[in-house]
């Protein structure tokens, strides 16, 4: 995917474990606009497992993800 998405807003939740990631991330994606783009950086397993199905189970579109050193940077943008 592209690098040259705008990114809104970003939030490191790396060490927060599931489901607290998430409820951090909806939390950050709620004080964004409909259309702007949020950059979620995610450990590896479970973290990167359920955050991208739960955000897109609430609707929202993941536009990029991409694998670093043992951990993924998510890119959302709000619906």
Do not use: W
């Amino acid at each position: 995917m592209s690098d040259d998405i705008e990114v809104k807003e970003s939030i490191d939740l790396r060490g927060v474990m599931c489901p607290m990631n998430f409820v951090k991330a909806k939390l950050k994606l709620e004080a964004i606009e409909t259309g702007e783009v949020l950059e979620i950086v995610l450990d590896s397993g479970e973290p990167i497992q359920n955050v991208p199905k739960s955000i897109k189970d609430e609707g929202h579109q993941i536009v990029d993800v991409k694998k670093e050193d043992g951990f993924f940077r998510l890119k959302v943008k709000k619906n």
